[in-house]
């Protein structure tokens, strides 16, 4: 089954522990992204990635890190985690086609995280 | 950037009721999808729709690209379409980033 895996589901930490959130795909795609999810401010992509070891910042990368040495694995990585992530986290892929966007994005089950 | 709006923000239905969704957007795409966000949080795909009309089941989806818009059509509702459902674009030339709208929180009672 074509699918997007995140781990853990659900995660509860203190302020400064590292900690890391994997995301994982089978469908060979390029393409993979972080997003988080707060009330209010909808979805915000947080990293993306066009292809193994090519990442890049989105809207709100302060605090994490990323990083992409094989092609179905981006993990996140909270280095310090604080409580302003605490959020939903989103991973998703797609494959990738040039600068069309064209063909639909696949998301992962998500990864509730509060930090105290 | 692009701006999504979707209306109306809340919804409360009847089960068995029909309903539509709509999603303006302010430039062309080159992607849209609709996404159900289920109670527990999981971001369901519904339809990778940029133009044209498809169906799957009670849901059916039609895109005018020309003239910006997207809807979504729930016939029949049933309690478990309870949610809220996204739509999101990507416009051309970008780094694949979807841009999400509010949502509509939709409501089913029995």
């Known amino acids: 089954e074509a699918q997007v895996t995140q781990n853990p589901r659900y995660l509860i930490t203190v302020t400064g522990k590292k900690l890391t959130v994997t995301c994982s795909q089978n469908m060979n795609h390029e393409y993979m992204s972080w997003y988080r999810q707060d009330p209010g401010l909808g979805l915000r992509q947080i990293y993306y990635?066009?292809?193994?070891?090519?990442?890049d910042k989105g809207d709100v990368p302060e605090g994490y890190k990323v990083s992409r040495k094989e092609k179905r694995n981006f993990p996140l990585i909270l280095e310090s985690p604080s409580p302003n992530q605490t959020s939903l986290y989103f991973c998703a892929s797609k494959l990738r086609t040039g600068t069309s966007g064209r063909y639909e994005q696949f998301f992962g089950p998500g990864t509730r995280l509060t930090v105290l | 950037g692009i701006q999504v709006e979707q209306s109306p923000p809340d919804l409360i239905l009847q089960e068995g009721a029909n309903s539509t969704l709509r999603c303006n957007f302010s430039?062309?795409?080159?992607?849209l999808q609709w996404f159900h966000q289920n109670p527990w949080g999981q971001l369901i795909n519904l339809f990778y729709?940029?133009?044209g009309t498809k169906q799957n089941g009670r849901l059916s989806a039609t895109t005018v690209a020309t003239e910006r818009y997207s809807l979504l059509y729930i016939s029949s509702s049933q309690t478990t379409d309870s949610g809220v459902y996204f739509c999101?674009?990507?416009?051309?030339?970008?780094?694949?980033?979807?841009?999400f709208g509010k949502g509509t929180l939709l409501t089913v009672n029995p």
């Open positions: 430039d062309s795409v080159n992607n």
């Open positions: 999101a674009v990507v416009p051309g030339g970008s780094n694949y980033k979807l841009t």
């Open positions: 990635s066009m292809n193994v070891e090519v990442t």
């Open positions: 729709i940029p133009s």
